[in-house]
């Protein structure tokens, strides 16, 4: 069973920054992409980077809105992926998912994604 856990959400001001963690266990850490999606109140689910490890090579992939300013990461002696979050805005705020997907390269595609954490709320202040 794939179990996903979040953590590190919380309340920031405009351009600060925040680190959200998944932990996970080994089995899922090397055989699935793992990927951070984030919902806002009223609005659809919204993938914002996944990450792959590959034949020995780490992939990711963002979406455009986060680019140059979200970071994913993963340690795999710890089996977590980590979200890190800079110059954060208003509109960021959402709660942010983790989830699995048996694929071999970071992916959007929702459909992909099987399992999924509880999610952790993250509220960012004008």
């Known amino acids: 069973q794939v179990q996903l856990e979040e953590s590190g959400g919380g309340l920031v001001q405009a351009r600060g920054s925040l680190r959200l963690s998944c932990a996970t266990s080994?089995?899922?850490?090397?055989?699935?992409?793992l990927g951070w999606w984030r919902q806002a109140p009223g609005k659809e689910r919204e993938f914002v980077a996944a990450?792959?490890?590959?034949?020995?090579?780490?992939?990711?992939y963002y979406a455009d809105s986060v680019k140059d300013r979200f970071t994913i990461s993963r340690d795999t002696a710890k089996t977590t992926v980590y979200l890190q979050l800079n110059s954060l805005k208003p509109e960021d705020t959402a709660v942010y998912y983790c989830a699995a997907a048996r694929v071999g390269s970071p992916t959007s595609v929702l459909k992909w994604y099987a399992y999924w954490g509880q999610g952790t709320q993250v509220t960012v202040s004008s």
């Open positions: 990450i792959t490890l590959s034949g020995g090579t780490t992939y990711t």
């Open positions: 080994e089995r899922t850490f090397s055989s699935y992409t």
